[in-house]
C-alpha cells in the first residue's frame, strides 16, 4: 500500500526535512522545493499535503504553485493526521493529478506527442460560461500508417474530492464534451470512502456510461497503480470550429504554440 510505502520513509524526518528546506520568508515553488530535497514527486506531494492540512504550510501563488510557512519558526509538526481526516482540497489536486497524467498516463497510450494545460488556474479568464473550462486539458498528436496527416486528440478531466463528488460531475464533464475527443471525471476517492459512497459511484458511472464520459476513481493522486478505469469514455468527434475555440479560449499560450507546430508539420 502507498501509506505503508511512506511510512516506511519516515514521513515524520520527511516533514522535518521539508520544513527546513523553506526559506525564512517568502514562498517557494513546489518544483524547486522538491528538487532541493532531491525527492521523487509521489513522496514531495504526499509530505506537502499533509503538512499542509496540518496547517504548517499555506499554499502561495506562481506557476506551479509554491507553499511558505504558515506557522514563524516552526519547527515540529502537528500529530499525524489519522486518515479519515486526511482531506484534500480541490485545487491541491490539479498538479500531483498532471503529473501522474504525464508519467503514467502518457504513456499507457499510443500517442507520440502531447501538451498538457490545469486550465483550472486561469484567475478570472473569460472561458465562455458555466462549465465550459474542465480542470485539465491534455491535447495529442497520433500518426498512423495508413491515415494521411496528423490526427489531433484532446481530453479533458474534470477533478473532484470524494467529499464534494455528486452527480453533477457527470454533467460538468458532459459540457466539455462538445469540444473534446474524450471527457473523464476524475475523482480522488480514498479507500476507506468507496463502502460509504458505493451508491453514490455506481449512480455516477451509471449516468456516465448513459452519456459517454469516462470515470477514473483514484485513490491517491500520485500513485497510478491506485487508479481504477472504472468507466472508459465513447469517443466524440467534435466540430472543427468548437475544437479550435477551446483550445483559444481555455488554454495557455504554450499549449496553444505546441498545437501550431504540429499544425505547421501537417
Not at 181 to 199: I, M, N, Q, T, W
Not at 244 to 262: C, G, K, Y
Request: proline share 5%; glycine share 6%.
Amino acid at each position: 500500500m502507498v501509506e505503508e510505502k511512506h511510512r516506511d520513509k519516515d514521513v515524520s524526518e520527511s516533514e522535518r526535512q521539508l520544513i527546513a528546506a523553506l526559506p525564512a520568508q517568502g514562498s517557494i515553488g513546489n518544483g524547486a522545493l522538491r528538487n532541493k530535497l532531491g525527492w521523487d514527486e509521489e513522496h514531495y506531494w504526499y509530505v506537502r499535503n499533509r503538512l499542509l492540512l496540518a496547517g504548517v504550510l499555506a499554499a502561495g501563488r506562481g506557476r506551479g504553485g509554491s507553499v511558505l510557512r504558515a506557522l514563524p519558526n516552526t519547527s515540529l509538526v502537528a500529530e499525524p493526521l489519522s486518515a479519515s481526516a486526511f482531506r484534500i482540497p480541490e485545487r491541491d489536486l490539479y498538479d500531483p493529478i498532471v503529473s501522474t497524467l504525464r508519467s503514467h498516463w502518457i504513456p499507457d497510450h499510443p500517442i507520440d506527442d502531447f501538451v498538457i494545460d490545469c486550465t483550472a488556474q486561469q484567475g478570472r479568464r473569460d472561458t465562455g460560461g458555466k462549465w465550459t473550462r474542465p480542470d485539465v486539458a491534455l491535447a495529442s498528436r497520433k500518426l498512423f500508417k495508413f491515415v494521411p496527416g496528423i490526427q489531433l486528440e484532446l481530453n479533458t478531466f474534470e477533478i473532484k474530492t470524494y467529499d464534494g463528488l455528486d452527480v453533477t460531475a457527470v454533467y460538468e464533464a458532459l459540457a466539455h464534451r462538445r469540444s473534446a475527443h474524450y471527457s473523464y471525471v476524475l475523482a480522488y476517492v480514498p479507500d476507506s470512502e468507496r463502502a460509504p459512497l458505493k451508491r453514490l459511484l455506481d449512480r455516477l458511472c451509471e449516468d456516465a456510461g448513459d452519456h459517454g464520459v469516462g470515470i477514473i476513481l483514484a485513490a491517491q493522486a500520485t500513485d497510478y497503480k491506485t487508479w481504477t478505469f472504472a468507466v472508459e469514455p465513447c469517443r466524440n468527434t467534435p466540430e472543427p470550429a468548437d475544437l479550435n475555440d477551446f483550445i483559444s479560449s481555455q488554454t495557455s499560450e504554450a499549449f496553444q504554440e505546441r498545437v501550431l507546430t504540429w499544425c505547421r508539420s501537417w
